[in-house]
């Protein structure tokens, strides 16, 4: 299977880039292929909604590094979205490649399982997230293969002192 991992954080080597390594460690080892999309640094704009993509074969009217993002997200099996939370929410990196994604909303998307891995320094900060990644699933079908938050992560490189760690780990393997 090929797993695409979209790391949202704006931040290289932080606590989100630590868990998206462990989460691709675990997928690795149980035989799959992972491809891990750092979007710090992507130029991608956000989605004009002139729905030239509809008329186009899901093509973009826009010139960015979302065209590289598409190519990979047509031959994935399985994307996960990896976000630390800024604001009680994803952060804008990773919300403007899901707006994005939009260019596949009428010739449909490769992949039909996603999972979730969020992060935060606060607890109790994940609903709009978590509400707004279930209803996506819902409405397009795709299967949740798990969703993991770990809260607490104050400092860069909290993430590699924490229990909720082998989660991560696990649910990668587990694929």
Aim: hydrophobic share 40%; with cysteine; aromatic share 8%.
């Amino acid at each position: 299977m090929k797993v695409t991992i979209l790391n949202g954080s704006p931040r290289k080597n932080g606590n989100t880039e630590i868990m998206v390594n462990e989460f691709a460690k675990g997928a690795k080892e149980a035989g799959h292929e992972t491809t891990v999309i750092n979007l710090a640094g992507k130029k991608v704009n956000g989605c004009l909604g002139c729905q030239y993509c509809f008329a186009h074969d899901g093509v973009c009217v826009q010139k960015d590094d979302m065209a590289e993002i598409l190519k990979v997200l047509d031959e994935t099996d399985l994307v996960v979205f990896a976000s630390p939370i800024y604001w009680f929410d994803i952060t804008g990196q990773l919300k403007c490649v899901i707006d994005r994604m939009y260019a596949r909303g009428k010739i449909g998307f490769h992949f039909n399982k996603t999972a979730l891995l969020l992060d935060s320094a606060s607890d109790h900060v994940y609903d709009a997230a978590l509400s707004q990644y279930k209803a996506t699933c819902s409405y397009l079908r795709w299967e949740s293969v798990g969703e993991i938050c770990i809260p607490d992560m104050e400092e860069k490189g909290s993430m590699r002192t924490v229990p909720a760690l082998q989660k991560v780990y696990e649910l990668g393997k587990s694929l």
